[in-house]
């Protein structure tokens, strides 16, 4: 149903998330809690990438009154990724028979990277 890649610069994200007020704007309060036990901004600068990567998917960008809240991104106990969508973003979704975003992320040491994969399911998988 979509696919979205984004990267973002590493140090560009770590000198916006000074600002407490873009991390509160941009990140839930789960994933700012998380990214801040990490040593580094590279988590802050994955998540940005995964959130710009799924509104590219699903092709409607921070408009429709979609908001950054509405995309969260969350860890399984062994790690993996996945996208959490909520508000309008998720009914979006809904409307578009659109049931799995898919998630993978990277970085090196000055760049992060996310592709989101929007996928319909039959219903009877």
Known sequence: M???M???DIQRIARAVENSRLVDR???SR???YCRTQ???ASFAVRFAAKE???KAL???LADGIRWHDVEVVRAENGRPSIAVSGRAG???EERGISVAHVTLTHTATTAAATVVLEKLPENV
């Open 31 to 33: 994933e700012a809690a």
């Open 39 to 41: 040593t580094g901004a």
């Open 6 to 8: 984004d990267m973002v």
């Open 26 to 28: 941009v990140y839930t």
């Open 53 to 55: 990567a799924f509104l």
């Open 2 to 4: 979509g696919i979205g």
């Open 59 to 61: 092709g409607t960008g």
């Open 91 to 93: 009914e979006i979704m």
